[in-house]
């Protein structure tokens, strides 16, 4: 069995039926997916500040930009806020992003884009915005209709390939560019959401792989090509629970090597 299926059985083993299971197998991931997460698109953002917050509420002694912790602040409420869902096992649907994305932008949007161009949080975006060298992204007026269609197709798949299909939730949603603002972090955590609905390993996309994350997306835009994107999210899969299975690889071995006292 490769390391990528070992990781997804180790996750199954959990049995996850309750928030305080996804508290106990996530306690590190979720300030580690937050710091990476946040970190990709905001590089005041440290690793020490988001653990202070998930940890202790608040940071001391910071002097650095509000918006870095209003950021990680939201990326803890958005835990808080999604853990009963996945339990629930609450559908995809576009109320469920748009709370999402309010929730993980509240007071994160610059004067600029609230006050000039009214855009607000949890609301799809009313300008057209465009993202990457190939200026990827829906027009104002069809984002309702694409994100319904990419929604629909998603919740309706009921085959063995979940990573690929979480890889293709997150390249369209990226290449929709649904918000104004926040759609990294947003579809970063749509995709952790629709892969824990259908009992696989959430990922953490590490800032240092960044390079070759936007890489294997721009791949998708040029060609609709997922394989690249596939291949990344599985490494980034293997990456996050490495250690976690290495931990529960050794127990095992120390429990086949423990002497019959029968």
Not at 214 to 231: A, F, G, I, V
Request: charged share 30%.
């Amino acid at each position: 069995m490769d390391q990528y299926n070992q990781v997804v059985e180790l996750w199954q083993s959990y049995k996850i039926a309750s928030a305080e299971d996804l508290d106990k197998y996530l306690d590190s991931f979720r300030i580690l997916f937050a710091f990476h997460s946040g970190k990709i698109e905001n590089e005041e953002i440290t690793y020490h500040d988001t653990r202070e917050i998930f940890e202790n509420g608040r940071v001391v002694g910071f002097t650095g930009s509000p918006r870095a912790l209003f950021e990680q602040q939201n990326q803890k409420l958005c835990y808080e806020f999604l853990k009963e869902k996945i339990v629930k096992q609450e559908p995809i649907s576009i109320q469920l992003i748009k709370e999402m994305h309010s929730v993980l932008t509240g007071g994160t949007y610059d004067e600029r884009r609230y006050i000039a161009n009214e855009e607000r949080p949890g609301e799809f975006k009313k300008h057209d915005y465009v993202t990457g060298i190939h200026e990827v992204g829906s027009a104002a007026e069809d984002v309702e209709k694409d994100m319904d269609e990419l929604i629909t197709e998603v919740n309706r798949y009921d085959g063995p390939d979940i990573l690929k299909v979480a890889a293709y939730l997150h390249a369209r949603f990226e290449y929709i560019h649904p918000f104004a603002d926040g759609n990294g972090r947003v579809g970063r955590t749509l995709m952790n959401y629709y892969l824990m609905l259908h009992n696989h390993p959430p990922l953490i996309v590490y800032d240092e792989d960044k390079v070759l994350y936007y890489e294997c997306l721009q791949k998708y835009d040029e060609t609709e090509d997922l394989n690249s994107l596939c291949e990344f999210f599985k490494y980034e899969t293997e990456k996050t629970w490495k250690k976690a299975l290495a931990l529960a690889n050794g127990v095992k071995q120390e429990r086949k090597g423990l002497p019959d006292f029968r």
